[in-house]
């Protein structure tokens, strides 16, 4: 039995990329500079050593093979003593794609939003279809007991991430997965810690097409530049368009929805909706879900899944039955006491302003004239960096009040923000004053909404306590 070793294991990624391993057979263990629940209780279920830190003692019983995080970085003890000693190394994406993709129908859903959700109802859909897809999702899909599998099928659906694959392969790690059917949600710029212009990652996506074979598929939305200025490039893929105006279906706009995949809300908040293909109805979709955000990232699941077998109907019948992934707009928790009726805490995790715009304004659908309360941390690289303050404020327009956490790893004054912002806004540095701050602004019927894609500091829960406890 061969032994790897995975330097920075408990990532969504490479832990997803241990589970596999060991379900194909290997030895696996791992470290990380921080072991901890729910990755490492769920590594170690599987029987996968886990060991805390990067400490060279860690590779005295020699492995076979390492596989090495894109965290780590030349001067990490451990990076240093393999090359040093000459240990077989590769990275993540690399080892993906020599032992499970080249076998594989791979279904690869990439974009700067809806990756995480759109590749778990993917995945969803097929496993309603009896299909036992194998997949890898950087979150936690909640119609499964973990973020990845082999599968027993030749399908496997990957999370397509443009980040760059490894200290030694600054390529984007999607360009190692090969897809036949490639899902292109969006593409804006972000990343600035690996990137200095949106060109720069539509160079990536363009390596990414270039490998989609003749008889695959890729499903872009329809008239967006970027994306259109990316398949100029070179494409030689069929291509399927999603079109994103969910107004009704009317001789006004029948034409352009002939030529691809089109949805018409049935309710303002998206939670319910007609999908068309080619102006053909397939279905009606129902579901728990809100936002056209999420009609978006529906109907790119429903037209990659008709790619691997699926038929709409089927596909839309699986939807009615889809729990969104954990931190996607996530319902924390329902204050009701003596003080409060109905306040909802949500979680999301949201990293660039088109996301967040999106997520408030499907908050702001479903809740009507009610109150939206949006806390939010820039803790994203490109985020902390200042890149998106200009966008920032007018992302945040359809809460009613905003609260911003200023993190010492925020290299910008976030109170530039108090002027910009539309509404009401409220910037502190001390995340035990913040709680505070909010605790006594909240009232009955009000929405929280927390956005950031770390942890906050564990604000979800200390906020509903000192919420509950006004009771």
Known sequence: MKHIHILGICGTFMGGIAAIAKQLGFRVSGCDANVYPPMSTQLESLGIELM??????????????????????????????????????????????ENVLKDRWVVAVSGTHGKTTTSSMITWILEYAKMSPGYLIGGVPQNFSSSARLGASP??????????????????????????????????????????????????????????????????????????????????????????????????????????????????????????????????????????????????????????????????????????????????????NNTLQNVKVFDDFAHHPTAIAKTLAGVRAHVGEKRIIAILEPRSNTMKSGVHKETLAASLSDADQVFIFQGEAVKWSVNELIHQCQSPCIVESNLATLVEIITAFVASQDTVVIMSNGGFGGIHEKLIKALSHLG
């Open 52 to 97: 805390q830190g990067f400490e060279v003692k860690h590779l005295n019983d020699e492995p076979d093979l390492v596989i090495i995080g894109n965290a780590m970085s030349r001067g990490n003890a451990m990076v240093e003593y393999i090359l040093d000693r000459n240990i077989n190394y590769i990275s993540g994406p690399q080892w993906l794609l």
């Open 155 to 336: 399908f496997f659906v990957i999370e397509a991430d443009e980040y760059d694959t490894a200290f030694f392969d600054k390529r984007s790690k999607f360009v190692h997965y090969r897809p036949r059917t490639l899902v292109i949600n969006n593409m804006e710029f972000d990343h600035a810690d690996i990137f200095d212009h949106l060109s720069d990652i539509q160079r990536q996506f363009h390596h990414l097409i270039r490998m989609v074979p003749s008889n695959g598929l890729i499903l872009t939305p329809k008239n967006e530049s970027v994306i259109n200025d990316t398949l100029a490039m070179g494409c030689w893929t069929p291509i399927e368009s999603r079109v994103d105006n969910f107004d009704d279906f009317s001789n006004n706009n029948k034409n352009d929805e002939l030529t691809g995949w089109h949805a018409e809300k049935l309710s303002a908040d998206g939670s319910e909706f007609i999908v068309r293909f080619k102006g053909e109805i397939q279905g009606t979709v129902s579901w728990s879900l809100i936002g056209d955000f999420n009609i978006e990232n529906g109907l790119m699941a429903i037209a990659a899944a008709r790619h691997a077998g699926v038929t709409p109907e089927i596909a839309i019948e699986a939807l009615a039955e889809f729990i969104n992934t954990k931190r996607r707009l996530e319902l924390k928790g329902t204050i009701n």
